[in-house]
C-alpha cells in the first residue's frame, strides 16, 4: 500500500489577532508561527498507520520554499518514508488550481495506492486541492473520510455527511482521499523519530524539472480583497437584578425559536 | 555569528512543545493543588525520547548535548515548570554518572533513566549544609568490601520516587582539605536503613516529589562509589556546572509563560474603557520582561553551547544563572501584578507561575552563591 500525503504548512491564528497586509491581499505572518496544516496531520498519522498494518510507502509533498520543509520533516519523523518539496518561488501567486496541478504531475510519476489531502487547509478554508488533484489525476475520490478500512485491494471509507449522516463507500484503486480530522489521533514527534528524519530523502523539485511554467499555473481565481468583517450594531446587553435577566432571557430565547 | 538552531533543534524544540502543551495544561491544577503527579506522562515522555537526551547512545540516550536537553527543559517550563520538573528532573544525577561513573556503573544505570524504568536523584543538602556544601557530615565509612553510610538529607528532588539516588557523603572526615572530604555514592533505595519522606507544603514545583532521607547504616558496596575518594566536592562542581544550565533553561522558559500569560490577559482586558494593552505602563512592564528573556537566554545558550563544544566557562554558567533566575522571578512578579486580583487566584495560571519561579533562585546554587564565583572569577 503505497500512500501519498499531500501537506501544507500553515500560520497558526488560534488565539491571534490577525491583520491584514498593505496590499489588502491577504494577512500580515511575519510574526505568526507556523504549522503542519492540522488535517494533514490526521492525513499522515492515517497513512503512517495503514502502512505499519499493510506495509508500504508513505510520501509526503508539499509546494513551498526552504521554511516549508519543517513540515516535511515532521512527516518523516512521524514515519513517513520520503518527502518532496516542490519548489515554485513565492506560492501566493497561486491559487488552488495551480496548486493541485503541480501536485498531481508529480504524483502521477510516483507509485501509489491512495493519495491523501486534508479536507481543508487552516488558511485559506478552500478545501479544493484534494478533490482538483483527483480529478487531474483521473481518480475516485472522497471527502471528508473518517475512517478507513483496506479490503480485497479496494478501500472502504466512512464520509461525513451533512446533518450528522454518514457514508460507507467501497472504493476502487487508486483512489484519493481527504481526510477529515478526528479519524485517528495523531502521535507526538520522538526525539528518534526528529533523527531518523534527518537520514530520510527530501527531495526538491523546481518548476523546470517538472516541465511546467508560470504561465500554466496562472490562477484561475483571484484574491481581490481580504477585509475584516464590518462591525455591526453592539450585542444586547441584559441589565437588572438577576430574576428580571434571566426572565429576559428565556423571553429572547423563546422568540428567537431556541426554547418553547 | 550565526545564531540559528539547527534544523534538528528546532525540530527537537517543536516537538518538545507539543508533547508539553499536548499533556500539561488539563492537569497541573490539579497536581499543583495536591503535590501529586501521574508517572504516566513521565513514562510518555521516555518513550518520546525527551527524558535524558543528553545520555550517550552507548548507554540508551539519544547522545545530544546539554544544549539539547535545555531546549526541551525551557519548552516543557514554558507550559508547567511543576509538571516539567516532574519528568525531566527523573534524569538527575546521570550526568554525574556520565563524567565519573565506571563503565559498568553507567552500564547499569543509565539506561533505564532513558527507557522510563527508572528514577534517580541527586542527595547533597543536609540539615545543616545548603550553600557550604563541603559542611555536609553525612558519613559513608569504608568497612571490608563495602560502605556504612549514616546520616540526613534535605530537600531531595524524586527523594520518594527514585529507584537509586547518587548522595554526597564525608569518607574523610579528617582531611585538613575540606574540599578532599567527600565522595558520591549510588545508593538503590530499597536498601535497608533508606527512608524517604515527602516533603508538603512546598511554594511551588509541587508536581515534583521533594523528600527528606534518612540513612541509617545503610551498606553498599564499594563498587557503588562514583569516583575517587576526596574527588567528591570537585566532581560536585562539575555536575553543577551543567546542571545549572538546565536551570538557565527552566528559569527562561518560566519567564516565558510569564510573558505569554501577560500578553494575552491584558489585551483581552479592559479597564477605563480600553484593553489593558493600550496603556503605557504595561507596555513598559512587556517590553522589559520580553528584552530580559532574550538577554538571559542568549547567556545561556551560549553557556550550554560552550559546554557541549568541551569549553566549559564556570563563571559564564553563573552568571547565566544568576541572570536567568533573577529575571524569572521579576517576570513572574510583573506577569502577576498586571493580572490584578485575578492573578491572586489559582485558577489563573500566573499564580502558579509566580509560585514555581522562585525555586531557580534558589536550587542548585542560590543567586548570592553564583555571583560569588563569578566574583572570584574577576577578582581571584
Known sequence: MDIVVCVKRVPLTEEVDLVIDGQKKGIKKDQLAFVLNDWDNYAIEEAVLLTEKHGGTVTAITVGNEDDEEVLRRCLAMGADRAIRIEAGDTSRFDSFGISKMLSRVVKDLPFDLVFTGVLADDDYCGMVGMMVAEQLGITHANMVTAIEIEDGKVRTTSELE????????????????????????????????????????????????????????????????????????????????????SDFLEILTKKGVME | MDFTLTKEQQDIKKAAREF???????????????????????????????VGVFIDEAYGGAGLGFFEHCLITEEFWAVDAGMANAVITATFGAELLGMFGTEEQKKRYLPPLVQGEAITGTAITEPDAGSDVTGAITTALRD????????????????????????????????????????????????????????????????????????SNVRVPASNRVGEEGNGFRALMAFFNVTRLHICAMAVG???????????????????????????????????????????????????????????????????????GEIAVRCADEALQMHGGYGYIDEYKVQRIYRDAKIVEIYEGTKEIEKVIVARSLLG
Not at chain 1, 449522516?165 to 526525539?191: D, F, K, M
Not at chain 1, 480583497?225 to 450585542?235: D, K, Q, R, S
Not at chain 2, 539516588?165 to 572526615?173: G, I, K, S
Not at chain 2, 482586558?269 to 528584552?291: C, D, V, Y
Request: charge should be negative; hydrophobic fraction near 45%; aromatic fraction near 8%.
Open chain 2, 20 to 50: 508539553a502543551l499536548g499533556e500539561f495544561p488539563e492537569r497541573a491544577q490539579e497536581f499543583d493543588r495536591n503535590e501529586t503527579f501521574d508517572l504516566d506522562i513521565w513514562r510518555k515522555a521516555c518513550e518520546l525520547g525527551f
Open chain 1, 163 to 246: 446533518g450528522g449522516l454518514g457514508e460507507v463507500s467501497l472504493i476502487e484503486l487508486p483512489a484519493l482521499l481527504a481526510i477529515q480530522t478526528g479519524i485517528n489521533e495523531p502521535r507526538y514527534v520522538s526525539i528518534l523519530g526528529i533523527r531518523k528524519a534527518a537520514k530520510k530523502e527530501l527531495k526538491v523539485m523546481d518548476l523546470s524539472e517538472l516541465g511546467m511554467s508560470d504561465e500554466e499555473l496562472s490562477p484561475m481565481a483571484i484574491i481581490d480583497e481580504v477585509y475584516l468583517p464590518p462591525e455591526t450594531e453592539g450585542a444586547q446587553i441584559l441589565a437588572g437584578d438577576p430574576d428580571k435577566i434571566a
Open chain 2, 254 to 324: 518560566i519567564a516565558r509563560a510569564a510573558l505569554e500569560e501577560s500578553i494575552a490577559h491584558i489585551k483581552k482586558r479592559h479597564q477605563f474603557g480600553a484593553p489593558l494593552a493600550s496603556f503605557q505602563a504595561n507596555q513598559f512592564k512587556i517590553a522589559e520582561m520580553a528584552t530580559k528573556i532574550r538577554a538571559a537566554r542568549n547567556l545561556y545558550y551560549e553557556a550550554a553551547w560552550l559546554a557541549d563544544s568541551g569549553k566549559m566557562d564556570h563563571a559564564l554558567v553563573a552568571m547565566a544563572k544568576w541572570f536567568s
Open chain 2, 144 to 215: 571490608g568490601d563495602e560502605y556504612v553510610i549514616n546520616g540526613t538529607k534535605m530537600f531531595i528532588t524524586n527523594g520518594d520516587i527514585a529507584n537509586y539516588l547518587l548522595v554526597f557523603c564525608q569518607t574523610d572526615p579528617d582531611n585538613p582539605d575540606r574540599h578532599r572530604r567527600h565522595a558520591f555514592f549510588i545508593v538503590e533505595t530499597d536498601r535497608p536503613g533508606f527512608e524517604a519522606t515527602k516533603m508538603h507544603g512546598k511554594l511551588g514545583i509541587r508536581a515534583n516529589d521533594t523528600a527528606e532521607i534518612s540513612l
